[in-house]
């Protein structure tokens, strides 16, 4: 990715502060490499992250702030600008071991943050993990953050991806049961997630023509009906409604080999049609700098692409590639809306 002068601010909110969101956060947050690309405005709590500095030998100060900083002053390596919306104890955030209050406080971090995006305040939102069955405990009403996100932005549909600099997979269902996703493959859910998926690639990732290789369900894609039906009767079909599409969308190919073949760069992207299907590959390239992308959204949001590691907070062993990873990627997706945008307006006069 090149330098740019003008610099994308982006909302980073703490995710768990008891699991490993912090000590990341310290450490990205200590690279001037970061500050090259993007300017980090940070949504979480003082303690937690002052706790994490010390934790990481990265003591940077931090200034409270109640409103946005200019972005002069969010440009500046070495200084970190913090809103917390509540403040946190000592025993809210005990390593490993989430409290109520700390939950609550990780999800008011996510309505910071897709607030000021909505209104413009920031370019976008990068987020550090938070705990799924932990919030659930506590009344938390949805799956997780993509469809936390899609609530709070009333987004119409939205596509999980996961990308790093080799792969990128966009999934057609997400977190179920692998017996359940032949019935959730419909041609309307298949049809919004490469639709989606599509747009992103030229407007997110700057593609003007790309190349979207769809997944086949079965092994083989099915070996012409031999191993399921899937292929033929709803797979294709659905491929071929875009053949006059800008994005060249293609397949169904043979799981087996669509992911090799995105590898070496003949395709732009992957539609998988399950879960460990698509992901399965992409963390066998991108296990550390792999970045959760949710598309959709009138807001650009990325994220680490692992949980809070409940068990590896407090050590000071975590690796903060993931989310230094998620906000080149947010910066990088802030200049390309910005670039259609300004092609959009060019050709309207």
């Known amino acids: 990715m090149r330098k740019r002068s003008c ?3 982006i909302a980073v909110t703490m995710g768990d502060p008891c699991g490993v969101g912090p000590e990341i956060l310290a450490q990205a947050l200590g690279s001037p490499d970061v500050y090259e690309y993007c300017s980090p405005f940070v949504i979480g709590d003082p303690l937690a992250l002052c706790r994490a500095m010390d934790l990481v030998e990265n003591r940077l100060p931090v200034r409270q702030v109640e409103s946005i900083p200019s972005t002069k002053a969010l440009a500046e390596p070495g200084i970190v600008h913090l809103l917390s919306p509540t403040l946190l104890t000592n025993s809210d955030i005990v390593f490993g071991k989430p409290s109520a209050d700390a939950c609550r406080a990780s999800i008011e971090y996510i309505e910071t943050a897709v607030r000021f995006a909505v209104e413009g305040k ?3 939102i990068c987020t550090c993990p938070i705990h799924k069955a932990n919030l659930h405990r506590h009344g938390f009403a949805f799956p997780g953050h993509t469809e936390f996100l899609k609530a709070l932005t009333h987004a119409d549909n939205v596509v999980m991806m996961l ?3 080799r792969l990128r997979v966009a999934l057609a269902t997400i977190h179920n049961a692998l017996s359940a996703v032949p019935t959730l493959l419909t041609a309307e859910a298949l049809r919004t997630t490469i639709r989606i998926t599509a747009d992103a690639l030229m407007s997110d990732f700057g593609l003007k023509s790309p190349r979207l290789a769809v997944a086949g369900l079965n092994p083989h894609a099915g070996e012409g009906g031999r191993f399921g039906n899937e292929e033929q009767e709803l797979i294709r079909p659905v491929i071929e409604e875009f053949i006059a599409d800008p994005c060249e969308v293609s397949g169904p190919y043979p799981p087996d080999t669509i992911f090799y073949r995105a590898y070496k760069k003949e395709f732009d992207g992957v539609v998988a049609m399950y879960h460990d299907q698509g992901l399965g590959p992409l963390k066998l390239v ?11 959204l009138p807001i650009i949001r990325t994220s680490v692409d692992h949980g809070t590691a409940y068990d590896l907070a407090g ?3 975590a690796q903060p590639d993931s989310l230094k990873a998620a906000l080149r990627m947010a910066a990088s997706m802030s200049w390309s809306r910005a670039a259609v945008r300004t092609r959009s307006k060019a050709s309207r006069r």
């Open 122 to 124: 920031v370019a976008g």
């Open 7 to 9: 610099k994308p601010v």
């Open 286 to 296: 991108h296990f550390h700098d792999a970045v959760n992308i949710t598309l959709g």
């Open 315 to 317: 050590k000071g062993v």
């Open 163 to 165: 990308a790093g600099t």
